[in-house]
């Protein structure tokens, strides 16, 4: 399994979680060891989002992939 293919995996795992509060995550690329992602839906505006990439997500990531130096939110949508 490649980097990607399990930064996707935890990525799928975590989605549930945030589809639940209205909100969603969309993986965009990853490149020199940053992850790139796409927040969206109630995520996108949420006070929290920075707490949340932080804590959760990149940490759910960099717990699996060593590797990862850093999970960048390229830009929020609203839907």
Same mark, same amino acid.
């Given at each position: 399994?490649?980097?990607?293919? #399990?930064? #996707?995996?935890?990525?799928? #795992?975590?989605?549930?979680f945030?589809?639940?509060d +209205? +909100?969603?995550?969309?993986?965009?690329k $990853?490149?020199?060891?940053?992850? $790139?992602?796409?927040?969206?839906?109630?995520? *996108?505006?949420?006070?929290?989002?920075?707490?949340?990439? #932080?804590?959760?997500?990149?940490? *759910?990531?960099?717990?699996?992939?060593?590797?990862?130096?850093?999970?960048?939110?390229? +830009?929020?949508?609203?839907?």
């Amino acid at each position: 399994m490649t980097d990607v293919d #399990k930064i #996707k995996d935890i990525i799928n #795992k975590l989605r549930p979680f945030l589809i639940n509060d +209205g +909100g969603d995550i969309e993986f965009i690329k $990853y490149e020199n060891n940053i992850v $790139y992602i796409r927040m969206m839906g109630a995520c *996108a505006d949420c006070m929290m989002i920075d707490v949340t990439i #932080k804590e959760c997500i990149e940490e *759910a990531i960099v717990e699996e992939v060593p590797e990862v130096l850093e999970v960048v939110n390229v +830009g929020s949508i609203t839907e």
